[in-house]
């Protein structure tokens, strides 16, 4: 074991170690990028054709990776990518990054993770390191993926090294590059987690080893219950805020001066991403079946599901009072992705209020710069031009995601309504102008 755990390190030092990554998507290719600029070989594996594609034309799908940085590993040879997992006979440590999505009733979805760990068992060099990068329930490493390997008569110790490393890629945010992001790893032992932090240490600033694989899982699900907690609760504090006639953005402005024991969440038309709204019921469904339920979890996730229905609510009262009903309005939503300035639709709260502003047969349109176009359920629409003529044909403008570089002065010179679901206006009071 010595012996191994020394000829790994000397290959680390020497960049000789071959490093695999499962699964190029918005985690899985910014890591494979990284581990090849520091002078690795590093193999992906994707079974998205169209991805593949993509990367033979050293064309990048994935927002923050560069085209011009995606080239230059390429160009390199330090970064290729296949579709088949036999690559992985001469890989020395494999990284998953798989989906791991939810199914109907908001239950767990790891099939991904088990197809991609049955693939890999197949093709597995001997003594080599998995490190499951996948988003997923406390115990899986131990309870699903170890178990696929043994039944193909691999055994921890002898033929793999496993161990659970959460993803931390925040998708758009340039404060917290990947090196910047501490990682965290558990391993199924001591040596498990030693090997992998000598991997993430190559490329991450600090690597924080914790005792077992399940902490490392369970860090990751109280990272976003954290989140969804709070936003959970900044929503409902906004509707009470309304209920008792004081603007919610002012006293969150006023309680962050204090510079201890709080932290600003802001109040919204929902939770969307592929984050959120899924990891906490990971933990929630696990937690059930040793007999607890998380009321914090349930509670949030209802309080947040209600918003977009609160918002078209608080639209319909607004309209009643200028003698309109809501079923004969004409609405314009501006902004539909999950959050500013990135085009993501996963789970937009916009796409629930376009779906149930809809549903009460209003004429709905939407405007969104980096969405030219909406196709998801039944909804099928273009984005409109945004212009004073075309702000003025609508009887309410939801702002909905706030991006960056819109007009909003202009939207509100010329809507009879604007309901701001995110205070881009910054509390500005003017008649036409009603905040969440
Ligand atoms: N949201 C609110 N109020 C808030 C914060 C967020 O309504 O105060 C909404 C957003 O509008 C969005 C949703 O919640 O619809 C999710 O927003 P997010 O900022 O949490 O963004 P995500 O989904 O990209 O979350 C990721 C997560 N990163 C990883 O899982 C690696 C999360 O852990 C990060 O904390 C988050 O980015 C981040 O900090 O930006």
């Given at each position: 074991m010595e012996n191994f755990v020394r000829q790994f390190r000397d290959k680390v030092k020497k960049k000789q170690l071959k490093i695999g990554v499962v699964g190029l998507g918005y985690v899985g290719l910014p890591l494979a990028i990284e581990f090849a600029k520091k002078g690795f070989s590093v193999t992906g594996i994707e079974v998205d054709t169209d991805r593949l594609s993509s990367l033979k034309k050293k064309i990048?799908?994935?927002?923050?990776?560069?085209t011009v940085e995606l080239r230059c590993v390429v160009d390199s040879g330090a970064l290729t990518a296949t579709?088949?997992?036999?690559?992985?006979?001469?890989?020395?440590v494999v990284i998953i990054c798989v989906p791991t999505p939810l199914k109907k009733k908001y239950l767990p979805d790891i099939s991904y993770i088990k197809t991609a760990v049955r693939a890999i068992a197949g093709h597995l060099k001997k003594k080599a390191l998995v490190i499951l990068e996948s988003t997923t329930y406390p115990g899986t490493t131990e309870e699903v993926i170890r178990p696929l390997f043994e039944a193909r008569d691999l055994r921890h110790g002898r033929d793999f090294y496993l161990c659970f490393s959460p993803e931390r890629i925040d998708p758009g945010n340039t404060v917290f590059p990947v090196h910047k992001i501490t990682k965290v790893v558990g391993g199924i032992d001591k040596t498990d987690a030693y090997l992998a932090g000598l991997v993430y240490g190559t490329i991450i600033e600090k690597v924080e080893l914790v005792s077992s694989v399940r902490v490392a899982e369970f860090a990751k699900l109280l990272e976003n219950t954290f989140r969804l907690v709070n936003i959970g609760l900044i929503d409902e504090i906004a509707m009470m805020c309304h209920k008792m006639d004081v603007k919610v953005w002012e006293v969150i402005k006023a309680a962050k001066t204090?510079?201890?024991?709080f932290m600003p969440f802001y109040p919204g038309p929902g939770v969307g991403g592929h984050c959120i709204p899924k990891d906490p019921l990971y933990l929630y469904w696990k937690a059930k079946k040793f007999g607890f339920s998380s009321r914090f979890i349930r509670l949030a996730s209802d309080i947040i599901s209600y918003m977009p229905a609160y918002v078209t609510s608080r639209v319909a009262d607004l309209l009643r009072k200028k003698n309109k009903s809501l079923q004969k309005a004409k609405i314009l939503v501006v902004g539909v992705t999950y959050?500013?300035?990135?085009k993501d639709l996963r789970k937009s709260p916009a796409l629930d209020i376009i779906g149930i502003l809809q549903e009460k047969r209003c004429a709905v349109s939407y405007y969104d710069p980096l969405i030219p176009y909406l196709k998801f359920n039944d909804i099928d629409l273009i984005s409109i031009k945004l212009t004073p003529s075309a702000i003025k044909r609508f009887d309410c403008v939801i702002i909905a995601t706030d991006h960056s570089r819109l007009d909003y002065a202009m939207i509100a010179g010329n809507a009879k309504l604007v309901f701001d679901t995110r205070n881009v206006y910054n509390?500005?009071?003017?008649?036409?102008i009603f905040l969440l």
């Open positions: 990048s799908y994935i927002t923050d990776v560069s579709c088949d997992f036999g690559v992985l006979k001469k890989i020395d204090k510079p201890f024991g959050k500013k300035d990135i509390n500005l009071s003017a008649k036409n």
